[in-house]
């Protein structure tokens, strides 16, 4: 026992770098998703930035919705993202199946991400299982599986490691959103105006200041002025 316990001891005192954990950004360091877990994704926008992530890892991708879901995918707009043919549709005629049918393809570990369209968050022990699974595919070696949960609404899945919303912005400029990071275990709530650039959907430039744009005023402008009124003046 007592050299169980060195053992570990030696192991935690190792001098090996720490290798931080694999994630997918979209164009901002903090906007990462950690790979091989279970992230949630809300606001009227999260189709569009389920595909953009989708984008990023290629496929194939796994979509898992209700079979007598109200709404679609329309394959011309997701082949903006990703090819429709990279797509498989997994469409269970009970809704408790969808977590089941999500749980096994991440544990098979050969789909970068796997997608599950829920009519409402799920609780504590589906989502536990979830990120068994999805390190359970990591070690099978084709891929560390991404588990994206889209939810109505604001979310609240209990124990998925990030939850994001995205919501149109289009009045601050045509094809602009407002990504929002709702939950993280080690970061704060923040906010980005998302655009769509050459490398997905990426943050959008700031806006330029007003007062930046103005031309400097010299130093004496003030004196000048000054000088200038006393001599019209009678």
Known sequence: ?????????????????????PQITLGDPEIALRLGRVHELCGQARHTLALAIAGQLGGPVVWIAPQAAPEFLCPEAMARHVQPGHVLFVTPSKRDMLLWAMEEALRDGHAPVVVADLTAPPAMVPIRRLHLAAEAGCGVGACRPLALLLTPGQGGAAGIETRWSLEPAHHTG?????????????????????????????????????????????????????????????
Do not use: C
Not at 1 to 21: E, K, V
Not at 188 to 214: H, Q
């Open 174 to 234: 045509t094809g602009h959103w407002t990504l929002s990071r709702l939950r993280a275990r080690m970061a704060p709530p923040r906010d980005w105006r998302m655009t769509w650039g050459a490398a997905g959907l990426v943050p959008a430039a700031p806006e330029p200041n007003i007062s930046d744009e103005m031309p400097a005023r010299p130093r004496n402008f003030v004196r000048n002025s000054l000088d200038r009124t006393r001599e019209t003046t009678p």
């Open 1 to 21: 026992m007592q050299n169980g316990t060195m053992q570990s001891a030696a192991d935690l005192l190792s001098r090996r770098p720490h290798r931080p954990a």
